[in-house]
């Protein structure tokens, strides 16, 4: 097949779904994965968790680990206030580039910047380059065996403050079991699980919720 999933999603969005509409934009992805071809975008049914996340947060400065196709970003950003900023980490430049015009579809692109690159590059230099001092909320959802690593970063980069959410996506399905283990034993953190399911699949999957003290 010549062109990738990630670019047959994004033309499905663009003929089906409602320029400027991120509504419309979430439905032509989930209604695409879920009838015609499978990917790894967090769901409609993980996705109303992260929405109850994102509306008790009311985050001002949001990053995102792992963009994929831009679903999780457009989901997250149809929520933020005006002015509120999301930054997205993206390693894969053709991920980026079809999310980059997924979340420009829902009308979305002036409150989000996708960066490109590897987490553990990108995570130390954001307080240069951005300008920031402290992320609000963090979705956390790219490699598993990274999950531990990158938040292990974030702390010692000083971008978490007393109250700053985390939300991980996967931590049952594939599984991130270390960081699981150091956020529920962790005195730093105060953690909650949501189980769920799989996107577009009957798999038991999860969310972990966790709230950096201090
Ligand atoms: O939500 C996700 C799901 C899966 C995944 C793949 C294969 C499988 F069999 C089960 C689950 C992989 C992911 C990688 N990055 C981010 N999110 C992901
Ligand atoms: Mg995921």
Known sequence: SGTSRPVRILHH?????????????LSAVDSYCSKIEWAM??????GQILDAVVLETRPHYVLELGTYCG???????RLLPPGARLFSIEMNPQ?????REIIQHAGL????????GCTSDLIPQLKKKLD????????????????LRDTKLLEECDLLRPGSVLLADNVTCPGAPDYLHYMRTSPRYESQYFPSRLEYLQVEDGMEKSVFLA
């Not at 692109?109 to 490109?116: E, M, N, Q």
């Not at 920031?132 to 999950?147: L, N, R, T």
């Open 13 to 25: 969005v663009q003929k089906v779904a409602q320029y400027g509409d991120a509504q419309s934009v």
């Open 41 to 46: 975008n967090v769901g409609d049914l993980k």
């Open 71 to 77: 679903y999780s970003t457009v989901r997250i950003a």
């Open 95 to 99: 991920y980026a580039q079809v999310a």
């Open 109 to 116: 692109d002036a409150k989000v910047d996708i960066l490109v």
């Open 132 to 147: 920031i001092e402290k992320f609000d909320f963090v979705f956390i959802d790219h490699w598993k065996v990274s999950y």
